[in-house]
Nanobody, 124 residues
Framework: QVQLVESGGGLVQAGGSLRLSCAAS????????MGWFRQAPGKEREFVAAVRASGRSTSSADSVKGRFTISVDNAKNTVWLQMNSLKPEDAAVYYC?????????????????WGQGTQVTVSS
């Protein structure tokens, strides 16, 4: 049974940092793509960043490039999202997701498993 549990959200001032974590069980990082998505009120859930091949390859949205970093701890089966230089527009519920695949990144529809989300609030 796959379980994804996010933590690390909270309230931060603009320009600040947060690190989100996703504790994954029932998922093997070598055979799954792990992703972070976010959803702000009234907006669609959007891609933030993804990692595959046990952390050897990453991808991120243009809106967060240079500010957010995705990484994995294979020993702890945990996915991290380090978020720096946060902006008010980064405020959203952040979701961890997993989908089977090793050789390519997945579209949003390709992710099978989703966590419950963690709230990130950025004050201006």
């Amino acid at each position: 049974q796959v379980q994804l549990v996010e933590s690390g959200g909270g309230l931060v001032q603009a320009g600040g940092s947060l690190r989100l974590s996703c504790a994954a069980s029932g998922v093997t990082f070598s055979t799954h793509v792990m992703g972070w998505f976010r959803q702000a009120p009234g907006k669609e859930r959007e891609f933030v960043a993804a990692v595959r091949a046990s952390g050897r390859s990453t991808s991120s949205a243009d809106s967060v490039k240079g500010r957010f970093t995705i990484s994995v701890d294979n020993a702890k089966n945990t996915v991290w999202l380090q978020m720096n230089s946060l902006k008010p527009e980064d405020a959203a519920v952040y979701y961890c997701a997993a989908g089977r695949g090793a050789n390519y990144f997945l579209p949003k529809s390709g992710y099978t498993y989703w966590g419950q989300g963690t709230q990130v609030t950025v004050s201006s």
